[in-house]
């Protein structure tokens, strides 16, 4: 007997093209690079981000407005400088399986100069990290999670991690799990070398993570890992030696070629401006970012291609008879 020909149906096909691009191949290619840099041009306009400055208040303003456009719970989170009552802005996407396990992705926004009160643009430093975070947080709001996802901007990383110290803190008064933080600092200057790579900092598990994510879904970044909890910008007070049961890891550029921090020259100059940064470059690392929160905080599927899925497989089962 002759066995005819099995034709699938449209519906496996379609899924079978699903499985070739996951649903995180899926939502990194919804990233924008031209929405990254617009968020960089923005963040520089305001003249300076120094806490504390009007310019401050402005970009706070604007991270909680961003953010809320999102369909985000935004929540301003108040602590003291100077004298002065000054906010990190905080963005939640509640979890659906397990919403009291909490990952960050977070930057610090206020900027510095060496005439800081007046003209701090702080393009690299850290518009570039801010910008992702609100790319990443305009993609990812649109999924669902098994876990709670929050997008921080933190403020007056430059007196200290002050706005970061004074999170966790309190984080750490209410009970918070949180199990996983990325911090994005100067993301975005390469200086035209092909050599440019992300260093990765922090927890071993999480860093090893992030290399994975990156080279599975944005193979063009170099990355190079970094383990133990290094000073210097807001991951520290996250990190497994400063918070029980959580984890950090930090991102920035560097050259390959050298030992990390001292790739940009401009930083914390007046002459740290947009028109410097490698957007290609800082493109790919939020894509990384992107891809490795979503994968940490257990990205749930769009219920049509799980009914897909299932419809698909019946009718392939009815499909398949030999004559």
């Known amino acids: 007997?002759?066995?005819?020909?099995?034709?699938?149906?449209?519906?496996?096909?379609?899924?079978?093209?699903?499985?070739?691009?996951?649903?995180?191949?899926?939502?990194?290619?919804?990233?924008?690079?031209?929405?990254?840099?617009?968020?960089?041009?923005?963040?520089?306009?305001?003249?300076?981000?120094?806490a504390t400055t009007q310019g401050n208040a402005n970009a706070t303003n604007y991270l909680a407005d961003t953010l809320d456009t999102f369909g985000l719970t935004v929540r301003?989170?108040?602590?003291?400088?100077?004298?002065?009552?000054?906010?990190?802005?905080?963005?939640?996407?509640?979890?659906?399986?397990?919403?009291n396990q909490i990952f960050i992705i977070g930057a610090h926004f206020d900027s510095y100069s060496d005439a800081a009160t007046t003209n701090a643009p702080g393009a690299d430093d850290n518009a570039s990290g801010t910008a992702a975070m609100l790319e990443i947080a305009s993609v990812l709001s649109q999924y669902q999670f098994a876990s709670t996802i929050r997008f921080i901007g933190f403020n007056a990383e430059e007196q200290g991690l002050i706005g970061s110290q004074a999170y966790a803190a309190a984080a750490k008064a209410r009970g918070d799990t949180i199990v996983g933080m990325l911090n994005l600092d100067m993301i975005a200057y390469t200086a035209g070398f092909a050599t440019q790579d992300l260093e990765v900092m922090g927890d071993k598990w999480l860093v090893d993570r992030f290399i994975a994510d990156a080279a599975a879904y944005v193979p063009g970044l170099l990355t190079e890992a970094w383990y133990g909890n290094y000073y210097g910008s807001d991951h520290y007070y996250f990190?497994?030696?400063?918070?029980?049961?959580?984890?950090?890891?930090?991102?920035?550029?560097?050259?390959?070629?050298?030992i990390w921090g001292g790739s940009n020259p401009y930083y914390h100059r007046t002459t740290d401006t947009a028109d410097r940064?490698?957007?290609?470059?800082?493109?790919?690392?939020?894509?990384?970012?992107?891809?490795?929160?979503?994968?940490?905080?257990?990205?749930?599927?769009?219920?049509?291609?799980m009914l897909l899925l299932l419809s698909g497989l019946l009718l392939a089962a009815r499909g398949r008879r030999v004559h």
Do not use: C
Not at 17 to 25: C, D, E, N, Q, R
């Open 277 to 305: 940064l490698d957007y290609d470059f800082a493109y790919k690392v939020t894509q990384a970012s992107a891809a490795t929160l979503a994968d940490i905080a257990g990205l749930i599927p769009e219920p049509p291609i």
């Open 76 to 99: 301003r989170d108040a602590f003291q400088q100077w004298g002065s009552t000054i906010y990190n802005v905080e963005a939640t996407l509640p979890g659906l399986v397990t919403p």
């Open 1 to 50: 007997m002759r066995k005819s020909l099995i034709r699938l149906p449209l519906a496996l096909v379609l899924f079978s093209g699903w499985l070739a691009a996951s649903p995180i191949t899926s939502l990194v290619g919804q990233l924008s690079q031209s929405d990254y840099q617009f968020y960089v041009e923005s963040l520089q306009g305001f003249g300076t981000r120094f």
């Open 239 to 258: 990190h497994s030696s400063e918070y029980q049961g959580s984890s950090s890891l930090f991102g920035i550029e560097d050259n390959a070629d050298d």
